[in-house]
């Protein structure tokens, strides 16, 4: 054997030589680079196919691997064939056994082996430091060709896969005849195998076989397997669109039959035909619908894309925006789920017509456990609503509370105070079915939820306002559910709307009782022993409860017992105290206490008024009263509460008390009309204004793009002969688009001008600056190269650095530049959160004819990232501005230092200079009172929000001074925003 094998080399290698002489095909086309240039150091990557981490420890012994290979039996040597695929894949390349290997390793029949040799032929060098093909690669390359017409199948398929990954010509070259052979093979794993090798070699090197879309549109046409024909029409989609749409023509009508994968090839071959050739439409567009059935979601999901992309007519638009609900419902990666609900967002935007017919099918998503998906769900279909589907919009809505009252629901409070939300902005926009919906959210007045509990309450106070008719219903209801009330917030809201909409002597009679019975016994504490008086009668005396006793290391290592009291079943429900307003104001919530001063006041005033009272009840309403006033300002000084009552709080109940008493009042009649009428009718001021912004709001929402009658339409038709380069985006719906005012229109050239930064300067050698193009979820760094030397720069490479949450996408390439040439190089970089970054870097470069030791560097100049690029103003409710508010951690405090002298103006400053809107009425800006106080509000391409509150004012000497407060959830929002506004804040002259 060893004879053979060495006489079948000589040959071999005399074979080699005498090819090297003539070559028997065509030669490469000048732009397919040399083997020199693919040789190490030439500063092109080699092909990496197999990545294995290999802890070398000590240097390989080449003796030991060596007599392994040689004389070792089966289980050695493949041992020791691995451990030189190890070495070879970390750096440690062993060309000296690449003979032993031949020589003893190769003609074993072991599968095993013959798997490990397939490895090793692929990660070792095939060529020599020169560029040429090693000499000893003409013997593996005979037993590829073996192997390629092997009788086992597996074998043939394993290495046709190697054949697709190698990337020398002179070793595929002789392969190629086995490899066409093999495509009339009977075995489909063998076949699909052998186009996925034509399809590689004709990609990297066409010229050696030219005629291969030929041979694969042939083979597609004869092929019943659907694998094979996948691959087939891959490759025919990658390399000969002509082809590939040539055999589409011929099946059309067979698509549905198709395999998922095939069916998904065929999409994209459409996409892409009808964006180059757009008068091909409607040759497919029937094929796109029947595939809008194919059982696999992928194909579904690009079939209803690309329908949409292809026509816009209500037919089509519906067909995919069905698919697309299909979807949302029947998909369980809530990644999906998302990625679908911004598709349909889209579609909203461009035909919200369309989407209000199956707005109940996209409430089926609410039935998802996910709260961004019902967030998101929600918001869509309140965009959605109109009269003709508010009533069963408000149907399933009060279906979906009513199953958040089960105890077994999961995060029932957060997605209760959603639809609470819901409800009550359908509500707003539809007045009629406020009546149907007002008594169902009432019983969650009491919820443990603060948020979702004053929800509610701000949703009972604008009904109650807006229609009469429903007051005394509201009225009574809001009285039964009094005592259920947990959080203080509400209470202050429920007691204000008792003592403005309770006018009848029965809703004063009703009112003062639930009122009394939450408060408990009067006085709150015991003014001789400063203890707080009990509400209920004292339970007895209950038995001694029983001590723990433990051993306890302390800090310096000793030993110490410890005991502690077993809390008995009573005590424990005992120590769960029911929240009221007497809990709540021995626990120093007197703002609390001066609410319900006011309230207490407003109905003695209108008892006093009514003459169906007798003086002896309106004397003991009013006495009443007083003591309780009485009670909470004693309660507030004592020691008994965590802290004393706040003057304010003070105050107002000292007020009251003097209205009351008459004492130190001259017009009373003033008074009473203030208490009895002016807070209703501040009330109902502020309803009109919130009606007018949130029409205005919705009416910019919802605004028509407007397109000037004499804006330029680009008609191909119409183009001249010259006019040959075909733009992606001129096409007949890109035209229709802008035509109708719905395409993106692109920024102004000074605002790209804007963006274009300088990193080098004129006396470097490369000259370089950028334009960055900033996208919702990266950045691309557009970086112009000029060559100012009358060298050739050779390994040119940009390297970049970030600072901030930015992050490097694609590692730098290596470029040759030619003297006074100009080059183009792109960057990724992608964005993970709203902060200010920075990307610096350099530019590293070898002169050709050099030592290559002696690296050239030019610094770039940093580039900021403009946190204004990510943020945008936004719209919220004055509650959600202050849940927000309150729950945001982060909060930067600027101080006001500008040069401009009227607050109006500054405020307009700082929404230009930010991208805030301003959520404080207009109404409230008005006039010139010399001070000014508005909350601002935007939002973040990644969901983050921004809160402001600007609170300035006019000083003596005619300059500006104030505060403006950041807040929001993560830190850098703030940072940035703070010192975004600490730069434009002076007005630039």
């Not at 549905?256 to 996409?271: C, H, N, T, W």
């Not at 926009?429 to 008594?439: I, L, N, Q």
């Not at 008390?657 to 009373?668: E, F, K, P, Q, V």
């Amino acid at each position: 054997t060893l004879t053979k094998l060495v006489f079948l080399y000589n040959v071999s290698k005399a074979a080699h030589n005498a090819r090297q002489q003539g070559p028997p095909c065509p030669p490469p086309p000048p732009t397919l680079p040399s083997m020199a240039s693919l040789a190490p150091g030439s500063g092109i990557d080699k092909p990496c196919t197999i990545l294995i981490h290999y802890d070398k420890g000590e240097p390989p012994a080449l003796t030991e691997l060596r007599a392994q290979l040689e004389t070792g039996h089966t289980e050695q040597k493949i041992d020791a064939l691995k451990k030189v695929i190890m070495y070879h894949l970390n750096g440690e390349p062993l060309n000296q056994l690449l003979m032993t290997i031949i020589r003893f390793v190769l003609p074993s029949r072991d599968r095993t082996i013959k798997k490990l040799l397939l490895l090793y032929w692929e990660v070792i060098e095939k060529t020599s430091p020169d560029g040429k093909l090693r000499p000893e690669m003409i013997l593996v390359c005979n037993n590829l060709r073996n192997d390629l017409l092997h009788p086992n199948e597996y074998i043939r398929g394993s290495t046709l896969r190697l054949v697709c990954k190698l990337k020398e010509p002179e070793v595929l070259e002789p392969l190629l005849p086995a490899v066409r052979k093999i495509l009339d093979d009977k075995h489909a794993y063998v076949k699909r195998n052998a186009v996925l090798a034509i399809y590689s070699v004709y990609k990297s090197f066409d010229y050696l076989i030219p005629d291969a879309p030929e041979i694969i549109y042939n083979f597609l046409i004869n092929e019943p397997d659907a694998s094979c024909k996948r691959n087939a029409f891959i490759m025919l989609f990658n390399c000969a669109q002509d082809k590939a749409v040539e055999y589409l023509g011929t099946v059309l009508d067979q698509v549905a039959s198709f395999g998922d994968m095939l069916q998904f090839i065929v999409v994209e071959l459409i996409r892409k035909v009808c964006r180059t050739n757009p008068q091909e439409r409607s040759k497919y567009i029937r094929c796109i619908f029947t595939l809008l059935g194919s059982s696999s979601s992928a194909v579904q999901f690009e079939a209803a894309g690309t329908l949409l992309s292809l026509s816009a007519a209500p037919t089509a638009v519906r067909a995919a925006s069905s698919t697309f609900i299909k979807l949302l419902c029947s998909e369980s990666d809530n990644n999906v789920k998302l990625i679908i609900l911004d598709r349909l967002l889209d579609i909203k935007r461009l035909h919200s017509r369309v989407l209000q017919d199956l707005l109940m099918d996209i409430l089926r998503a609410l039935a998802s456990p996910s709260l961004d998906i019902r967030r998101k769900t929600l918001d869509i279909v309140l965009d959605l609503v109109s009269p003709k589907n508010v009533d069963e919009v408000m149907l399933v809505l009060k279906k979906e509370i009513n199953k958040t009252q089960a105890k077994e629901y999961e995060k029932a409070a957060e997605y209760r105070q959603m639809l609470i939300q819901a409800i009550h902005q359908c509500a707003v926009r539809f007045p009629d079915v406020a009546s149907s919906v007002v008594h169902l959210l009432m019983d969650f007045i009491g919820d443990s939820n603060e948020a979702s509990a004053f929800d509610v309450i701000v949703f009972v106070r604008e009904v109650l306002e807006t229609y009469p008719a429903l007051r005394e219903s509201i009225a009574r209801k809001l009285l039964e559910s009094f005592p259920q009330i947990k959080a203080a917030k509400v209470y202050r809201a429920s007691l204000w709307l008792i003592g403005e909409y309770c006018v009848t002597d029965q809703d004063i009679e009703a009112a003062l009782p639930v009122i009394t019975e939450s408060l408990g016994e009067l006085p709150l504490f015991n003014q001789d022993t400063e203890k707080e008086t009990p509400s209920a009668t004292p339970n007895k005396e209950e038995p001694a409860r029983p001590r723990g006793t433990g051993t306890r290391v302390l800090a310096d290592g000793s030993y110490a017992s410890q005991s502690a009291l077993a809390e008995t079943p009573t005590q424990r429900a005992t120590s769960e105290a029911v929240v009221n307003l007497r809990t709540l104001l021995v626990g120093g919530n007197f703002f609390l206490g001066s609410a319900l001063a006011s309230t207490l006041t407003k109905l003695a005033l209108k008892a006093r008024e009514l003459p169906r009272f007798a003086p002896e009840r309106r004397n003991a309403i009013m006495a009443e009263s007083l003591l309780t006033m009485t009670s909470i300002l004693a309660l507030g000084r004592s020691s008994v509460p965590p802290q004393t009552i706040d003057p304010d709080s003070a105050d107002r109940i000292e007020l009251c008390i003097r209205i009351l008493s008459g004492y130190g009042l001259a017009d009373t009649s003033a008074i009473k009309n203030v208490w009895l009428r002016g807070c209703r009718e501040a009330f109902s001021v502020m309803l009109e204004h919130q009606q007018v912004d949130n029409k205005k709001h919705e009416k910019k929402k919802n605004t028509e793009p407007v397109v000037q009658a004499d804006d330029l339409i680009k008609i191909r038709q119409l183009r001249g002969k010259r006019a040959v380069d075909f733009d992606e985006e001129d096409d007949d719906g890109a035209d229709v688009s802008k035509a109708i005012g719905l395409a993106d229109q692109e920024r102004d050239s000074e605002h790209r001008l804007n963006r274009v930064f300088q990193l080098t300067g004129f006396s470097d050698p490369l000259y370089a600056e950028a334009y960055v193009n900033v996208h919702q979820y990266d950045i691309v760094l557009d970086v112009t190269v000029i060559n100012q030397t009358n060298d050739t720069l050779q390994n040119v490479s940009l390297e970049l650095a970030t600072l901030g949450d930015l992050k490097l996408v694609e590692r730098p390439q290596t470029y040759t530049v030619a003297p006074r040439e100009k080059l183009n190089i792109k960057a990724n970089i992608k964005v993970s959160s709203t902060e200010t970054g920075i990307i610096f870097g350099n530019i590293v470069y070898d002169v050709a004819g050099q030592s290559s030791s002696d690296k050239n560097c030019v610094v770039l100049n940093e580039v900021h990232i403009d946190i204004m690029d990510y943020i945008s103003p936004a719209h919220c409710t004055d509650l959600q501005f202050r849940n927000m508010w309150s729950e945001f951690e982060w909060e930067n405090k600027i101080a006001v230092n500008t040069n401009i002298s009227e607050v109006n103006q500054f405020l307009q400053h700082i929404m230009k200079s930010t991208n805030m809107a301003c959520l404080t009425p207009s109404s409230a800006l008005e006039g010139d009172c010399g001070f000014l106080s508005a909350n601002l509000y935007a939002r973040s391409v990644f969901g983050e929000d921004a809160l402001a509150n600007l609170c300035v004012e006019k000083q003596p000497d005619g300059k500006i001074g104030g505060f403006i407060r950041i807040r929001s959830k993560t830190q850098g929002i703030a940072l940035s925003l703070g010192d975004k506004i600490t730069l434009k804040q002076k007005l630039q002259a």
